[in-house]
């Protein structure tokens, strides 16, 4: 929500955080100047805008529907996650941003959206409204413009394949969209603000968080002590897993470059469409990534029977992979609740 002049005490804190460049506070706010018509993270290494020129914002989406444009220096839309636009934390919104960043009203309606949640769809529009400023087609709209220029700038897909991937349901629809939100065409925005990705025949490589480079090798030392043999594995700093929807297909990779000291997802994948719903999975891993603690696995005394039970079903009801696949991946399995714990 956006922050308004009547709650000094939380105007103070922002400013304070603004001004000397914090980069503690980024994705707690943003704050747009009125004079550019920009919105930064409060570590833009921009000159100190004068407060009376700035506005502060919880959520990147409302500094995009109040009109104001990414700054290109610090890039907010970026380098900043925007998923905890929920700053009220009602638990029934966080369920159901979780649904729209993995695509579902893509597909589906507000109301079917509000059915899947037991509520009407004139209460889950209340809801947005109160906890994150505006509807939830709006905040779809915006998740897959932002979600399709971090695709434009990181990763080696075709101009077409990201409008498909980023859920859009044509070019011409795409085009007006990003125009709409970021003043430029999907085209110019690859062409002016290119960050050069690592190309792979026949999967998507989209580039992560520097910042999740030591969690991460922490996570892998653990982790090692819990794979689902034939459906997950560990070689050398790269992690593989399969995935299975009703739609597609495939597995995906964590790879660790240490020598440029940077983390990128690999997708392989039967569709296009199902690229979201598996970076915006990788997200969720990233924040827990961020809190990971070594003796993690130890202390989960239950981790143990969960994965045998699962070593079970998987033998008796999975899908074989196909021969091409790396060597321990033999069974495709869908994502459960417990991968993103």
């Not at 989406?61 to 900043?80: F, N, Q, S, T, W």
Request: with cysteine.
């Amino acid at each position: 929500m956006s922050i308004e002049g009547g709650n000094n005490m939380k105007n103070e804190v922002y400013q304070k955080a603004r001004t000397s460049k914090n980069s503690d506070y980024d994705g707690t706010f943003f704050f747009a100047v009125k004079t550019t018509g920009i919105f930064c993270r409060p570590s833009c290494p921009s000159p100190v805008a004068k407060e009376k020129n700035v506005e502060y914002y919880t959520s990147m989406y409302e500094a995009l529907d109040k009109g104001y444009r990414p700054c290109l220096r610090c890039r907010p839309d970026i380098h900043v996650d925007y998923y905890n636009g929920n700053v009220d934390g009602a638990e029934l919104v966080e369920k159901a941003l979780i649904y729209i960043y993995d695509g579902y009203l893509i597909d589906h309606s507000v109301s079917q959206l509000a059915q899947l949640l037991s509520v009407s769809d004139r209460h889950l529009r209340k809801l947005f409204v109160v906890n994150m400023g505006m509807p939830p087609v709006k905040i779809s709209k915006y998740h897959k413009a932002l979600f399709a220029k971090k695709m434009l700038l990181t990763s080696d897909l075709k101009i077409t394949d990201i409008a498909f991937a980023s859920g859009f349901g044509s070019i011409r629809q795409f085009n007006h969209v990003m125009k709409e939100v970021f003043t430029m065409a999907p085209s110019e925005i690859r062409e002016k603000l290119k960050i050069d990705p690592v190309a792979l025949d026949g999967i998507t490589s989209i580039q992560l968080d520097a910042a999740l480079v030591n969690p991460y090798k922490n996570y892998l030392l653990s982790k090692q002590k819990w794979l689902i043999k034939g459906v997950e594995d560990i070689v050398g700093l790269s992690y593989m897993r399969t995935f299975l929807d009703s739609n597609s297909r495939g597995y995906y990779q964590i790879r660790l470059d240490e020598a440029e000291d940077c983390l990128s997802l690999e997708i392989y994948t039967s569709s296009i469409k199902s690229v979201m719903k598996i970076y915006n999975h990788v997200k969720r891993l990233d924040a827990y990534f961020r809190g990971f603690e070594m003796d993690y696995f130890d202390n989960r005394q239950n981790k143990k029977t969960e994965n045998e039970n699962v070593k079970k079903y998987i033998l008796k009801n999975g899908i074989k992979t196909p021969s091409d696949y790396p060597e321990a991946l033999n069974y495709f399995v869908a994502f459960s609740s417990s991968d993103e714990k």
